[in-house]
């Protein structure tokens, strides 16, 4: 079977950097161009050399890619200068880059009001920056910015103007959805449209997702005939985001509507690292992943009722889409209040935790889960917790230490430099195989105080927990008032990049956090094998 080529351009780089909160360093700009080209992604948008002394650098040498064609971005010519004399085209001629894609408003409106110029000038701007580029023996293309607006309000302008990039010589015209309030029926029709005078595999699409709906835009619009797709990883543009790669590529390689007539350049290998690359760079952003992301977030393919999770282990196409694996995910089935025997037992099977059906501790375990949880407990979201609480009751956790005393103290004092401030103190006394241990550190909080002292000196357990660290706290209070229940989680991960989430309950939040760092420390010990 023939298929058709489909082309993914990536603006992570560029239009990702417009996302409030995201700043990328040059590094983070070379190490994510790298990830990019390794997925196979065909275009790798860097930014706008000349636009800032960042992206300015990146593009003063062109950084090594495989397979990825390393693209420029800024504006057509201004209104009123030539080529030769407009230096943002002269910055873009200058750039060590495969390709340049321009922007330029499609728009009637757009032109008049935001640029107060007329729409023969802008068509000339259009026309000559593609040419020049073009000469310069540079891949081209155009991004008609508020194409989708500009197309309901002057159909024969918007089309032009797309129109004269592609008599100009440009490789690609690019529909943009700058607004992000097209609906995916408009973008169907409208591409149809454009495809019966531009052959489609000279268009692209650009779609924002103001209305939630970039990658539904994205497929409506390969269905009318476009064949690139331009998006970032995880969803990041300014407003509500971009199209999101991470959704649309494994939606082309996995649904046999598009499987079946278009080929993508990333092969099922490297889709199967589509995972790590979204939690990748929401680690390299310090941003917390979004669990519900579709495919690659760590909800994507959970089960929590028990009827479902009953299902999911007969037969996974009962609750499951696509095989989670595929994209480097895995399935998980959670422990709740709501779990049955299937739930718990399906656990136990992706933990590697050996149990006998018969044996009545698994009843028990079940029986100890929704106890704990009416009390406050969130296994669910703990992951690790869970873990031990099972090989707790089934008798499989060995004792490396107990704790037979913690302190904590807060303070104010001042500093060397005169000023006011608050230090937490913390001793924690353990017995290490009759070795009596004790540590005392400070923090800037209990909490971060009582996690260095625990963590200061296990004794013949340090070396195994040498690569701990906490990365992230969370605490809810279960019920008003003075006498609440808390609830904490703690996020932690070791030193080969693997992380867990571990819980403590009680009306003490110090108490509460000491469960949850225990509990952290102990699973830490069982992962790498410990001995007793």
Request: glycine fraction near 8%; charge should be negative.
């Amino acid at each position: 079977m023939n298929r058709e080529r489909l082309y993914l351009f990536d603006t992570t780089l560029r239009d990702g950097a417009q996302t409030n909160g995201v700043d990328f360093t040059l590094t983070d700009k070379q190490v994510i161009a790298g990830m990019l080209d390794d997925l196979g992604i065909d275009y790798v948008e860097g930014g706008y050399p000349g636009a800032n002394p960042l992206d300015t650098e990146f593009f003063s040498s062109k950084p090594k890619l495989n397979h990825a064609r390393f693209t420029a971005f800024g504006m057509t010519r201004r209104a009123g200068r030539s080529v030769s004399n407009d230096p943002g085209v002269a910055g873009l001629l200058e750039a060590k880059a495969d390709a340049i894609c321009f922007v330029a408003k499609s728009s009637a409106y757009q032109v008049r009001v935001a640029l107060e110029t007329t729409k023969e000038e802008n068509l000339a701007s259009i026309r000559d920056s593609v040419a020049a580029a073009k000469a310069a023996g540079r891949e081209v293309m155009l991004d008609c910015e508020h194409f989708f607006d500009g197309y309901k309000e002057d159909a024969s302008f918007a089309f032009a103007c797309a129109k004269a990039a592609y008599d100009a010589g440009a490789r690609w015209v690019v529909l943009c959805d700058t607004n992000g309030g097209t609906m995916p029926h408009e973008v169907e029709a409208i591409v149809t449209e454009v495809t019966k005078h531009i052959p489609g595999d000279h268009v692209g699409i650009h779609a924002h997702n103001d209305t939630e709906q970039a990658v539904a835009n994205s497929l409506a619009a390969v269905r009318a005939g476009a064949r690139q797709i331009q998006g970032t990883l995880n969803g990041l543009g300014e407003r509500c985001g971009n199209a999101n790669l991470c959704s649309l590529i494994p939606t082309l390689k996995l649904k046999k509507e598009f499987s079946d007539a278009f080929e993508i350049s990333v092969t099922p290998e490297k889709l199967a690292t589509l995972v790590k690359v979204s939690r990748t760079l929401d680690d390299m952003l310090n941003r917390v992943p979004n669990r519900h992301a579709a495919y690659v977030g760590e909800s994507a393919f959970v089960t929590k009722t028990g009827i479902h999770a009953s299902a999911v282990m007969k037969d996974p196409q009962t609750y499951e889409h696509v095989l989670p694996e595929t994209v480097g995910n895995h399935r998980k089935v959670l422990v709740s209040d709501q779990a049955g025997r299937s739930n718990v037992i399906a656990e136990l099977d992706r933990a590697g935790i050996a149990y006998e059906k018969s044996d009545p501790k698994l009843t028990r375990l079940v029986e100890e889960l929704k106890e704990r949880e009416a009390q406050g407990y969130a296994y669910e979201s703990a992951n690790a917790s869970f873990d031990l609480l099972a090989r707790r009751t089934l008798g499989k956790v060995p004792h490396y230490f107990e704790v037979e005393q913690f302190d904590v103290n807060v303070e104010q004092r001042y500093n060397a430099l005169g000023e006011r401030v608050t230090v937490a103190l913390a001793v924690v006394k353990v017995d290490v195989a009759g070795e009596h241990l004790i540590s005392a550190a400070e923090g800037n909080g209990p909490v971060n105080a009582l996690d260095v002292a625990l963590r200061k000196d296990l004794g013949k357990y340090q070396k195994y927990i040498e690569g701990l660290t906490l990365i992230d706290y969370r605490v809810r209070i279960l019920n008003g008032g003075t006498g609440a229940v808390t609830r904490v989680l703690i996020e932690s991960e070791d030193e080969n990049g693997d992380r867990w989430t571990t819980v403590g309950v009680s009306p003490n939040i110090i108490d509460a956090s000491f469960q949850a760092l225990m509990d952290s420390v102990i699973y830490k010990l069982v992962k790498s094998g410990a001995p007793a």
